[in-house]
C-alpha cells in the first residue's frame, strides 16, 4: 500500500494513537508524521484525541486547522482557528493559519490585519513575513512593500522583519542592500530567538562576513541547535580555522533546514 513517504501504513499509526492516548508527546509526533505525508483524515483522528486528553495544549487544536486546510476546508479552517484564538489568544502560528484560511477566502483585509498579530507575537515567523510581503507586493509596487516592512521591524525594534528584507535583497543580487538590512537586524537581535539567530548567520556566511559569524555564535555552543552549529562551522572554514570545524561537524553539526507547520 503506497503510505506517501511513511515507513508505517497510515492505519498502523493510526492504532499506534490509540494505544497510546495517555502519550500526548507521542500523539502529536504520530499526526504530524500523517500530515506531512498528506494523510489529513488519519491525522485529523489523532489531533482530536490530542485535543480531548491535553486541552491545555494548543498544538493539537493547530494540528486540526493544518488538517483542515489540507483538505481545502477554508471556512471549516477559519471557524476552527477563530475558536482555537479565543483559547490561546497568544498562537502566533493560530493567526498565521487563519491569516491562510483568510487567503484562500479571498478576505485580504482580514488576513493582513491576522498576519500582523501573528508577526507581532512572533517577529521571525519568516512565513508569515513572507505572505505580508507577497500581499503588500500585490497592492502597490516593491518600494512600497520594502517600506511597510521597514516600518514594522522600527515599531517591533525586532530582528525579524529585517532579516527577511536582507534576504529578500540578497535573492535579488543585491548584496549591499542585504548587509544593511542586516546590520540594522543585528543591532535587535536577541539570542533568545533561536529562529532569528539562525537566519542572522546564514545571511551572515552567505554575505562572506564568517568572523562575525563566529562571534556571534561561538560563545554559545553549548546549547546551539545542529542548523546554527553547521552554520558556525562553515563560519570557521570561512575564517580559517578548518580544525575547528571538524570538531563541530564531528558532533553532527550540519544545517538541516525546519519548517513551521
Not at 499526526?31 to 486541552?55: D, M, N
Not at 471556512?75 to 502566533?92: G, T, Y
Not at 513572507?130 to 521591524?153: C, K, P, V
Not at 529585517?162 to 537581535?189: K, V
Request: a negative charge; glycine letters at 10%; one cysteine or more.
Amino acid at each position: 500500500m503506497p503510505t506517501n513517504g511513511l515507513n508505517e501504513a497510515p492505519e498502523i499509526l493510526l492504532r499506534k494513537a490509540h494505544n497510546r492516548v495517555d502519550e500526548p508527546g507521542a500523539l502529536l509526533e504520530i499526526g504530524l508524521r500523517l500530515l506531512t505525508a498528506r494523510h489529513s483524515p488519519e491525522a485529523r483522528e489523532v489531533f482530536e484525541i490530542g485535543r480531548r486528553v491535553a486541552a491545555e495544549q494548543p498544538e493539537f487544536d493547530l494540528g486540526v486547522g493544518a488538517c483542515l486546510m489540507q483538505e481545502s476546508e477554508y471556512e471549516l479552517a477559519r471557524q476552527h482557528l477563530v475558536s482555537h484564538l479565543q483559547r490561546f489568544p497568544n498562537s502566533a502560528v493560530g493567526y498565521f493559519q487563519l491569516a491562510c484560511s483568510l487567503c484562500e477566502l479571498d478576505r485580504e483585509e482580514e488576513m493582513i490585519d491576522n498576519l500582523l498579530k501573528s508577526i507581532t507575537i512572533a517577529p521571525s515567523n519568516q512565513q508569515a513575513l513572507t505572505l505580508l510581503h507577497n500581499q503588500l507586493l500585490r497592492r502597490g509596487d516593491r518600494d512600497q512593500a520594502r517600506s511597510a516592512l521597514e516600518r514594522f521591524g522600527n515599531d517591533l525594534r525586532a530582528a525579524g522583519p529585517r532579516l527577511f528584507l536582507a534576504g529578500h535583497e540578497l535573492e535579488q543580487g543585491n548584496e549591499p542592500g542585504a548587509g544593511g538590512y542586516l546590520d540594522q537586524a543585528l543591532a535587535d537581535l536577541q539570542v533568545e530567538d533561536g529562529e532569528a539567530l539562525i537566519l542572522a548567520a546564514d545571511l551572515l556566511v552567505k554575505l562572506g562576513r564568517s568572523e562575525e559569524c563566529v562571534e556571534l555564535l561561538e560563545d554559545l555552543t553549548d546549547g546551539l541547535p545542529s542548523e546554527a552549529l553547521g552554520l558556525l562551522a562553515q563560519a570557521y572554514r570561512g575564517a580559517g580555522e578548518p580544525g575547528r570545524a571538524a570538531v563541530l561537524e564531528a558532533k553532527g553539526g550540519t544545517p538541516q533546514w525546519r519548517r513551521l507547520m
